[in-house]
């Protein structure tokens, strides 16, 4: 099997299902981790942007120096607890990549909130 077409910090237009929102709209999100999944197929774990601040304890904000490629129109808001998974079929299309400086915090932030919620038990 070959590489994926996408990669760990690409960010993506997916539907993404968030809460207020028509489940048919297109997110953009920032792929975490991909792998294989059959034989000419990948599946990929991706955490979802948003244009707005929130009240999550573990937003990141980004910006254009953020970026290695692509572009943003405006700083966004990474929410890195918000996950869930697509098949590579699901995404619409890439806008660019996250430096991996930035790709390491998002992981960190993802991490240390699992941590916390596992030391909270």
């Not at 790709?103 to 993802?110: A, K, Q, S, Y």
Request: proline content about 8%; hydrophobic content about 40%; charged content about 20%.
């Amino acid at each position: 099997m070959g590489r994926s077409r996408y990669n760990a910090g690409d960010i993506v237009v997916v539907p993404f299902p968030v809460p207020g929102r028509n489940p048919a709209s297109l997110s953009i999100a920032i792929i975490l981790l991909s792998w294989p999944f059959g034989p000419r197929a990948y599946h990929y774990l991706l955490c979802f942007v948003d244009p707005e601040s929130s009240s999550d304890p573990y937003q990141m904000r980004i910006g254009a120096a953020d970026l290695i490629a692509g572009e943003l129109n405006q700083d966004v808001f990474i929410r890195p607890t918000y996950v869930m998974t697509v098949s590579e079929s699901r995404i619409e299309n890439q806008l660019g990549r996250l430096s991996p400086g930035t790709l390491r915090c998002v992981i960190d932030e993802l991490a240390d909130a699992l941590y916390e919620d596992l030391e909270e038990q």
